[in-house]
């Protein structure tokens, strides 16, 4: 069982800047996404950047161009900077993979979530 820990939520100012991180517990083989959602109280949660294993980024429209999704497989961490935000940002953040295993099942895990706030 795959565990992920996120970290580095928290207030921002807008148009500032923010990283979250994504630390997964054991590392991930073959065909594989990791990606950070968000959840906005009162809305359902959606995809903010994916990262698969080929090197294909996908972003949501509104992150375009503000948002830079990394992955470093080798520390097994995902990370999301985030910069130029806005209060519409303020969400909790969730980090999500998912792979196949040896048996060719798709695994899906999720992170706990993160609080992001952005507001002066």
């Known amino acids: 069982q795959v565990q992920l820990v996120e970290s580095g939520g928290g207030l921002v100012q807008p148009g500032g800047s923010l990283r979250v991180s994504c630390r997964s517990s054991?590392?991930?083989?073959?065909?594989?996404?990791k990606a950070w959602y968000r959840q906005a109280p009162g809305k359902q949660r959606t995809l903010v950047a994916s990262?698969?294993?080929?090197?294909?980024?996908k972003y949501a429209d509104s992150v375009k161009d503000r948002f830079n999704i990394d992955r470093d497989d080798l520390d097994n961490t995902v990370t999301l900077q985030m910069t130029n935000m806005k209060p519409e940002d303020t969400a909790a953040y969730y980090c999500?993979?998912?792979?196949?295993?040896?048996?060719?099942?798709?695994?899906?895990?999720w992170g706990q979530g993160t609080q992001v706030i952005v507001s002066s």
């Open positions: 054991s590392t991930i083989f073959g065909e594989n996404t």
């Open positions: 990262s698969d294993s080929s090197g294909q980024k």
């Open positions: 999500y993979v998912k792979h196949w295993d040896g048996s060719g099942t798709l695994r899906e895990y």
